[in-house]
């Protein structure tokens, strides 16, 4: 048996995989995390889940349960992340990172400390978007420098960090497969009289309204064609499958940092 915690446990993901844990025959739901002052604490994650009690209730304190458990799958804030995960990494156990919005110093300290568990990472736990990703790089290197490249996102209006990460791990992808610095070629939206569009750039675009699951297009543009690779998530849904797979994979992973790439393709 699969013994997990949530971190972000009454956040809209955080209530989808207290769910699905819930659902499989292999995992328990060990643990609930909140921040301390969250009004839910003390609560039983069922009830704020919405599929009842469970016995689980809710703490603001990952240290009262982690002994307790096999794997941590986080959805929070960036913060509460590298704080989460110093403790993991204390206690040795496995941890799956879906939070995003980290700046430079926050993802090079989640790197080093990653690095001595067993951790996958990802901006987007959705399976068909590291399938996209994996289809992009070779997209890339086919079509070349003769394509213009733009990266649209759109999310729903509660979404607080813009371009998603999703958008930014695209952008890199193509970059890289494209021998480019996406610090120096990534244009982040346009405004005013710009210019001409320099040969090398990748756009990157938010949308943010309603209550949009996440959609990710990278056109590839040239005289006389253009080709768009679009991935559409219709329900928060999708992204809970893919942590809970994750979960299921780095508990018997090589420690180190690992991408959703290595669960999808079954590498270890």
């Known amino acids: 048996m699969i013994r997990v915690i949530i971190n972000g446990a009454c956040g809209r993901m955080g209530r989808l995989i207290t769910q699905g844990v819930t659902q499989q025959a292999d ?22 889940a919405g599929i009842g009690e469970t016995g689980v209730v809710i703490t603001g304190e990952l240290a009262d349960v982690l ?30 990172i879906a939070t995003t919005g980290y700046d430079a110093d926050e993802l090079d300290t989640i790197k080093e400390l990653a690095s001595q568990i067993r951790c996958v990472m990802a901006p987007n736990m ?45 952008a890199e992808t193509v970059a890289t497969a494209l021998g480019r610095d996406l610090a120096e070629v990534g244009v982040y939206g346009r405004h005013g009289i710009v210019g001409a569009r320099s040969e090398k750039e990748i756009g990157i675009h938010a949308v943010r309204g309603g209550d949009i699951a996440g959609d990710h297009t990278v056109l590839f543009a040239t005289e006389g064609e253009q080709l768009s690779v679009v991935h559409r998530a219709h329900s928060p849904e999708a992204f809970a499958k893919g942590a809970l797979r994750a979960a299921r994979w780095v508990i018997n992973a090589p420690k180190g940092l690992h991408d959703v790439s290595e669960v999808l393709f079954e590498k270890q």
């Open 67 to 96: 002994e307790s458990a096999d794997v941590v799958i986080e959805f929070s804030s960036p913060e509460a992340t590298v704080e989460h995960l110093q403790q993991v990494v204390n206690a040795d156990k496995a941890m799956v």
């Open 27 to 48: 995992m328990e739901l060990v643990g609930a995390i909140e921040y301390p002052e969250h009004p839910q604490i003390g609560s039983d994650v069922g009830v704020v």
């Open 126 to 170: 959705s399976l068909g978007v590291n399938v996209m990703i994996q289809a992009l790089e070779l997209i890339a290197k086919a079509l070349g420098d003769d394509y213009n490249i733009e990266v649209i996102e759109a999310h729903h209006n509660h979404k607080a960090d813009a371009p998603s990460g999703t958008a930014l791990r695209l």
